[in-house]
């Protein structure tokens, strides 16, 4: 086994070591907070601003109509549409590159409501 033992940048793998009883038994519950403002890209509060947004954003006028269509109704029921922008070439923030890789579908709770947020980068 290598060690490292100075400064390594860009690296993208890591290794570990652990002892367990059983090792088909590996399987752990992993719970961060994270503040989700910090990645806010743009806030969308009117129905101009989202159409905006969704011209952008597809090309094709069948995906736009049914995109609008949908993000319309959250923007109706929640007042915002939150654009979050996380980047895999951050590598100075863990919990950016957890969420990249997990996704953040499952992070819904009274106030969020997870509209895409498909993980795998």
Known sequence: MKLR???V???SSSSFIIA???QNKLKVKVEI???LSKYLEQTITS???LWDFIKDRYYDDDNQKEEFIKLNNYLKTHGNI???NMSSDNYEDPIEQFLLDRGIKDLSNSNITVIEGEGGY
Do not use: C, V
């Open 82 to 84: 939150i654009i979050l």
């Open 47 to 49: 129905e101009d601003e």
């Open 20 to 22: 367990a009883i059983d």
């Open 5 to 7: 033992t100075g400064f």
């Open 9 to 11: 940048s860009n690296s």
């Open 33 to 35: 907070e994270a503040d």
